[in-house]
């Protein structure tokens, strides 16, 4: 037996035909659209139940969009033109609102780079002008210095009479520079002076001078002297005029030298290693 072949009791029923009643609406439909255009404005009271049924039809498919108010639809394109254009203004002014804090935010970056690097370059300024004053005022130190520390002679004009040594059976433990009286007679160096007066020992008008290395000079036989004792001199200063005071056989300078006050040494020898050629 094919099994095809439907034996049950249950016989499905036929399914009743809907196309008619499918058609009948659409038509419906159709017309209503065009009549409801229409009968719209059209009170109801005024209306036959057939209009009325197709004005609730209509006011359907109108509220279905099927028959927008085109002033209503370019009302809301416009809302929604205006709405899209205040966005874009929006994110317009996001965009430039952004644009700018990143300009302002680079901006002081920048300047803050460059208020950095001025500072820098002043401190670098102030540390070579800084550097500069102090190489500067180290140089002239070093110059006030040399300055106070050269040695001179003691005299201008002298002739070189006596020297260090043995003299008639006797230590002369100087130089005799023959001058006339009144030539002036000048510190060494810088020092202080530690005697300034009249010699008993036969020195005349006396004048010892310390100076700053601790060499010690003994200047005698002077007609004047112009220091006394504790004033601090210089190279090439005036202490006294020459003469011939105490056991002098003649105006003259006797020189004696006494490195660290200790004892004579020949003076011609000790300036030539100072820099003074007698
Ligand atoms: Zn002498």
């Given at each position: 037996m094919p099994k095809t072949s439907y034996t049950g009791r249950?016989?499905?029923?036929?399914?009743?035909?809907?196309g008619r009643q499918f058609v009948v609406p659409v038509a419906l439909l159709s017309s209503t659209v065009a009549g409801g255009l229409v009968?719209?404005?059209?009170?109801a009271s005024q209306l036959s139940p057939e209009a009325a049924a197709m004005k609730n039809v209509s006011n359907s498919v109108a509220g279905l969009g099927l028959a927008a108010d085109p002033e209503a639809v370019s009302a809301a394109a416009a809302n929604r033109a205006g709405a899209r254009s205040s966005r874009d203004m929006a994110r317009d002014a996001k965009t430039l609102i952004v644009g700018a804090t990143q300009t302002a935010t680079q901006s002081a970056a920048e300047a803050q780079a460059a208020a950095v690097k001025a500072a820098a370059d002043r401190a670098a300024a102030q540390k070579a002008k800084a550097a500069a004053a102090a190489k500067a005022k180290q140089a002239a130190a070093a110059r006030a210095l040399a300055r106070a520390h050269r040695w001179v002679s003691p005299v201008a004009g002298y002739t070189l009479t006596s020297g260090f040594g043995f003299r008639w059976g006797k230590m002369h433990p100087a130089q005799d520079l023959a001058c006339p009286v009144g030539s002036p007679v000048h510190s060494l160096s810088s020092g202080t002076v530690i005697f300034a007066g009249w010699s008993n020992?036969?020195?005349?008008?006396f004048v010892k001078i310390r100076y700053w290395d601790g060499t010690v000079s003994w200047m005698a036989?002077?007609?004047?002297?112009l220091v006394s004792v504790g004033e601090t001199v210089t190279p090439g200063q005036v202490v006294a005029y020459s003469g011939s005071t105490g056991n002098s056989t003649g105006p003259h300078v006797h020189l004696e030298i006494h490195p660290d006050d200790g004892a004579a040494v020949a003076p011609i020898t000790w300036l030539a290693k100072h820099g003074v050629m007698l």
């Open positions: 249950h016989r499905p029923a036929a399914k009743p035909s809907r009968i719209r404005d059209a009170g020992e036969g020195y005349g008008n036989h002077n007609s004047r002297l």
